[in-house]
């Protein structure tokens, strides 16, 4: 009868630890899934035609171009300054670096382009997502 007691115990301990194993190798094995969250919800009205959007707070623009739309992080890829736009393109006030309209660098210390975030359009607006 002893044996049976000391085999219920292994038995228990044994369901215990490989439930315990299955859930540590599920939660660590299994990618993760980054869901983009909304960063801005702008009305189409509001973004004119051939111009830009700042947004100097959360540190981004949502140019437009013809029917392209889209948004660019304000974040120089130099040091980090927040970089001005201005009609001709965009200026870092730091150290001088240049960037077209569409964030690519054309002068300078920085030698990164502009991150791009996704824009969804939607039937009133545009949405900028992280």
Same mark, same amino acid.
């Given at each position: 009868?002893?044996?049976?007691h000391?085999?219920?115990?292994n038995?228990i301990?044994?369901l215990?630890?490989?439930?315990a194993?299955?859930?540590l ?26 111009g830009a959007?700042?947004y ?6 949502? #140019? ?5 739309v &889209?948004? #660019? ?9 927040t ?6 393109g965009?200026?870092c006030?730091?150290h ?6 569409h ?13 791009r &975030? ?7 607006? &545009?949405?900028?997502?992280?």
């Amino acid at each position: 009868m002893a044996d049976t007691h000391q085999s219920r115990r292994n038995f228990i301990g044994t369901l215990i630890s490989l439930a315990a194993g299955g859930w540590l190798l599920g939660k660590f094995l299994t990618p993760k899934v980054r869901r983009k969250k909304t960063l801005l919800t702008v009305a189409k009205s509001e973004l004119p035609l051939e111009g830009a959007l700042v947004y100097r707070e959360a540190r981004v623009a949502l #140019l437009r171009q013809g029917e392209d739309v &889209y948004a #660019l992080n304000l974040v120089c890829t130099h040091l980090g300054c927040t970089v001005n736009v201005t009609a001709t393109g965009l200026v870092c006030p730091c150290h001088g670096s240049r960037f077209d309209r569409h964030g690519n660098v054309l002068e300078g210390p920085a030698d990164r382009p502009l991150e791009r &975030y996704e824009v969804e359009a939607g039937g009133e607006g &545009y949405r900028v997502l992280v």
